[in-house]
């Protein structure tokens, strides 16, 4: 689960970390300008609050005159507007750093080495991608053993270097308070990373300014197997119907296609969403979910699996593709007819009792298939048609 950006800072300034002051706004009031002032000064920095990444690059970061009539018409730039698609509908308000240099930091997890990785460049900012590609030896790495509840000194000794980020640090002298602050700092982010159940913690860009070292940016998301230990209830980050889903316990993904897809094991979930794209791509046809309805669903758990998808804004048809093996396929017969729902279903089913399963689904009109190619094959057709039969009445209002 991602934070926003004022909540990574609060489990930042929590940790002791010099973060500036900020508050966030949903919308510009007549009293907005006198709390901005109180609270934060006038020298302001207004964000787009998204869980997006490069709002600085896409103009999601503005950088006002200390006027009233500027921030208002900062503020008002961005709330309501979108930001790479997505709504902005709040805007973090931040006194403005004096920045003299921009480095990065981060924590994340090495999936090869089964580890937590630490990597810092002593030049960072809203460059470090192209960086990291052009010159990635600019990118000081260095992974943690996995039962470290500390990393050791040399860890950080090696991460930030003097010498090094005098090297790119032209305009301020490095001196060795600054170096002692960032390595803090690093000791700091891996306590968080440890304690948070984090996937990543990153600081972009973690800036020098005349009074310390500042996280100007802030990154986490959380580990959400582990969101149970964090004592967070509901993962932010889902839609409202990927918390439906959630609480039936399916393992369930919102995506943007036509074909709504219901599986058995994550496998064969997958499988059927590769081959939508294998055949849909060159017609721009897409899976729009992944749901995987687990080992030995019944007729219960088919029905709420499919009034789920129903619910898809962009749903056409159905496919549900099933091997019984504990799953039988005379319960998702049964479960499939319970559902009656309204949009075309295309099936296959094999395995434990089939046959009981055509059985019951004979006279219902159900096209099934023998396998799960010509079944995908048979959604695609069905949406291509769709499509055209829409364009040709001139498309929906
Ligand atoms: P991102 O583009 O989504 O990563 O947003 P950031 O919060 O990292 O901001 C992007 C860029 O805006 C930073 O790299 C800075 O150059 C600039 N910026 C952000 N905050 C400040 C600030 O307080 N003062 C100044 N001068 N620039 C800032
Ligand atoms: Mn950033």
Redesign the pocket.
């Known amino acids: 689960m991602k934070l926003l950006?004022h909540e990574a800072k609060q489990i930042f300034r929590a940790y002791g970390m010099k973060v500036?002051k900020s508050i966030v706004l949903d919308e510009w009031k007549e009293d907005s300008f006198a709390t901005i002032q109180r609270e934060v000064g006038e020298n302001v920095?207004v964000?787009a609050l998204v869980n997006?990444?490069?709002?600085?690059?896409?103009g999601?970061?503005l950088?006002p005159e200390p006027t009233p009539v500027a921030i208002q018409e900062a503020c008002e730039r961005l709330l309501g507007s979108e930001l790479k698609g997505v709504l902005i509908e709040k805007v973090l308000i931040?006194?403005?750093?004096?920045?003299l240099h921009?480095c990065y930091l981060s924590i994340t997890l090495d999936r090869l080495k089964k580890s937590p990785i630490i990597l810092f460049a002593d030049d960072?900012?809203?460059e470090i991608e192209e960086l990291a590609k052009d010159q990635p030896t600019a990118v000081r790495r260095s992974n943690v053993y996995p039962l470290c509840e500390t990393i050791p000194d040399y860890i950080s000794r090696y991460i930030v270097n003097q010498k090094s980020l005098q090297g790119i640090v032209k305009n301020v002298q490095i001196d060795a308070m600054t170096v002692a602050e960032i390595r803090k700092l690093v000791h700091t982010l891996y306590q968080i990373f440890r304690e948070k159940d984090c996937t990543l913690v990153e600081i972009?860009?973690l800036?020098l300014t005349p009074d310390g070292v500042y996280a100007?940016?802030a990154k986490i998301i959380l580990d959400d197997n582990a969101l149970n230990r964090q004592h967070i209830k509901q993962n932010s980050d889902l839609s409202a119907l990927e918390q439906e889903a959630e609480s039936y316990g399916f393992s369930f993904v919102e995506l943007d296609g036509e074909i709504g897809v219901i599986g058995n094991g994550a496998g064969l979930t997958m499988a059927t969403l590769d081959l939508i794209h294998h055949y849909g791509e060159e017609f721009n046809i897409r899976p729009a979910n992944f749901l995987d309805v687990g080992g030995g669903a019944d007729k219960e758990r088919v029905r709420l699996a499919l009034t789920v998808l129903e619910k898809l804004p962009n749903l056409t048809v159905i496919v549900v593709n099933l091997l019984g093996g504990i799953t039988r396929c005379d319960e998702v017969a049964r479960g499939i007819i319970a559902a009656d729902i309204s949009h075309p279903l295309i099936l296959r089913l094999a395995g434990t009792n089939e046959e009981e399963g055509r059985a019951i689904l004979d006279g219902h009109g159900y096209i099934m298939h023998d396998c799960m190619e010509s079944a995908i094959e048979a959604a695609i057709s069905h949406v291509k048609a769709n499509k055209n039969a829409s364009d040709s009445s001139g498309g929906s209002a």
Do not use: S, T, Y
């Open positions: 950006e500036a920095v964000k997006v990444g490069g709002r600085g690059k896409a999601g970061v950088l931040e006194e403005r750093l004096f920045i921009e960072g900012g809203v972009n860009p800036v100007a940016d």
